[in-house]
């Protein structure tokens, strides 16, 4: 039981570059959730999906897109990368209609840094 | 809007005392709270969650302590311990969604 997962742990990339954030987990959780996680500030939400097939916008959505391949996987994609996309990744999720609450299970992270 | 505040400074602690980091809140009246512990380089970790009718929990040394009135939670860690020594965030619910405190350092010194 890996618990959430997620690749690659370290990535530099130019401006103008794209990449693939990959998330999974092995919870069966129906909600997934992908943060940004800046120097003195709290987590900020970039995206969420409630459920397969569904994704709806967080506080800070802009220059990414999602994708929620099936229930275990969750994708994010940064389509041109600028230096402000500097920063760490998490992708957690959580089992919010069983139980009500949305205690949510994190990642370990990718440190991602855009020149 | 909702906002979400800990103390940005670090806590330092001597071995053995009690350890209180304070959240507090405006702007909303969460249903619940939680905390969560993070380490150096790693997601952060659910400790425990209190409800907006609880006015504590308890989990082996951890307290967390939840004042709707004033809008404040407060997390005790007794007996601590150099391993206690992380950043400790609190989270609370809106909207399908969780606001996410920035954090307070805990130095546990020996």
């Known amino acids: 039981n890996a618990g959430v997962t997620q690749t690659p742990k370290f990535q530099v990339l130019k401006t103008g570059q794209s990449m693939t954030l990959q998330c999974a987990q092995d919870m069966n959780h129906n909600s997934m959730y992908w943060y940004r996680q800046d120097p003195g500030m709290g987590l900020r939400l970039i995206y969420y999906s409630a459920s397969e097939g569904t994704t709806d916008k967080g506080e800070v959505p802009n220059g990414y897109n999602v994708s929620r391949l099936n229930k275990r996987e969750f994708s994010l994609r940064l389509e041109s990368a600028a230096p402000s996309q500097t920063s760490v990744y998490f992708c957690a999720s959580s089992d919010r209609e069983r139980t009500s609450t949305d205690t949510q299970y994190f990642g370990p992270g990718t440190r991602l840094t855009v020149l | 809007s909702q906002k979400i505040e800990q103390n940005s400074e670090a806590l330092n602690i001597q071995e053995g005392k009690t350890a209180t980091l304070t959240c507090n809140y405006t702007n909303y009246s969460p249903a619940y709270l939680q905390w969560y512990r993070q380490d150096p380089g790693r997601g952060p970790v659910f400790l425990l969650l209190?409800?907006?009718n609880e006015k504590e929990k308890r989990k082996e040394r951890l307290k967390v302590t939840f004042d709707t009135t004033l809008k404040q939670s407060l997390f005790h860690i007794t007996a601590s311990q150099p391993a206690d020594s992380a950043t400790y965030l609190c989270?609370?619910?809106?909207?399908?969604?969780?606001?996410w405190g920035a954090g307070t350092k805990l130095i546990i010194k020996p």
């Open positions: 989270a609370f619910d809106s909207n399908y969604q969780l606001i």
């Open positions: 209190i409800r907006e």
